[in-house]
Structures are given as C-alpha cells and as structure tokens.
Nanobody, 118 residues
Framework: QVQLVESGGGLVQPGGSLRLSCTAS????????MGWYRQAPGKQRELVAI???????DYGDSVEGRFTISRDNAKKTVYLQMNSLKPEDTAVYYC????????????WGQGTQVTVSS
C-alpha cells in the first residue's frame, strides 16, 4: 500500500510561480516513476510531467519550458516547480507513482487545487 500526499497548491496571478510537493509513504520496495497529472472541470486528465528513477523526463506540450519536475528519492518526494503560470493552468493537480511503469498511474494522491486568476 502506498499513500501520496500533495501540498503547495493555491491561488496565484498570471505570470506567478508555485511549487508543488508530493511525498509517498507506505509499504513499497521501490518507485520507478513519479509524476504529476492535472484535470480541469469538463476536461480529460492530462500529463503534466513525469520523472523516472533513471532521470528520464517527459512533459506535456503545454507546460514544456515553464514547469520543472524533480525528485528526492531518499525522501520519496517529487516536486513540481511551476513558473510563468497561465489561467489555462488552472486545474486539480494529482501526484501519481508507478512501481514499474514509465507513466505512473499505480497510485494517486487526493489532488491539490491550482488556480491562476487574472
């Protein structure tokens, strides 16, 4: 069993920055991939960023160049630094991990709201 707890969401003006954190806990031998997905009302959940234990990243097209994902394996924590935020970044952001897979999805956090208001 794995529990994921996100923090760092909130309200920010366009052009501002936020830093999200997600810490994993529970019984697990290893985590290959940690990442972030987001979902806005009426829209499908989409990839924001993932990072494998080998250092391989993948970013959604809409956030490439603005967001940076990182992880601290000792702390089992993944971070998402979000810069130059836009109103269209408004969504619930979900942390997710995969034990063996490349694109997370085995376990999910409760989500944290990010609102970019003009």
């Amino acid at each position: 069993q794995v529990q994921l707890v996100e923090s760092g969401g909130g309200l920010v003006q366009p052009g501002g920055s936020l830093r999200l954190s997600c810490t994993a806990s529970g019984s697990m031998f290893s985590i290959k991939t940690m990442g972030w997905y987001r979902q806005a009302p009426g829209k499908q959940r989409e990839l924001v960023a993932i990072l494998t234990s080998g250092g391989i990243t993948d970013y959604g097209d809409s956030v490439e160049g603005r967001f940076t994902i990182s992880r601290d394996n000792a702390k089992k924590t993944v971070y998402l630094q979000m810069n130059s935020l836009k109103p269209e970044d408004t969504a619930v952001y979900y942390c997710s991990v995969a034990v063996m897979g490349d694109y997370a999805g085995d376990y999910w956090g409760q989500g944290t709201q990010v609102t970019v208001s003009s």
